[in-house]
């Protein structure tokens, strides 16, 4: 991560946890002398439109305030609902969720339920047993609602 990205992920992450609301994932960049910021948020009943906006409205004076511009562009979205997992910090927000990894050195996918994660290894729960996958072998992951929507 940036060190602009640490530093706006920390002025906004403890407003946002306050709120129920999870950051994703983070990117800033300067474009043209404006700040860029990409965010994506999380809450387990979902993001709606309006959760976007109000993160933006109350977010954007913070970010206004740490970047000492007003000069700010900011895009809010969702996870949406095929998200490449790309840490273990989304790992750990996801938990609980359905997600479907592939291995390196493997063709087929694996589906399972996100039990836990730690700083190299996910917990993940595939026909009652859990596996112990090192994060290091995992080549792609992705939530996966289909299986979500099978279970209910």
Known sequence: MKEIEKKILDGIEPVLNEMGISVVELNAAVVKKTFTIRLVIFQEQGVTVKDCETVHRVIQPRIELLME???????ITSPGIDRRIK???EYAIFKGKALKILQEGDSEWIGGWIRDCSEDTLFLEK???ELNIPLSTIRKAKLDYTM???KK
């Open 87 to 89: 840490s273990s910090r």
């Open 69 to 75: 511009s007003r000069d700010t562009s900011m895009e």
């Open 127 to 129: 026909d009652e047993k």
């Open 148 to 150: 979500e929507a099978r």
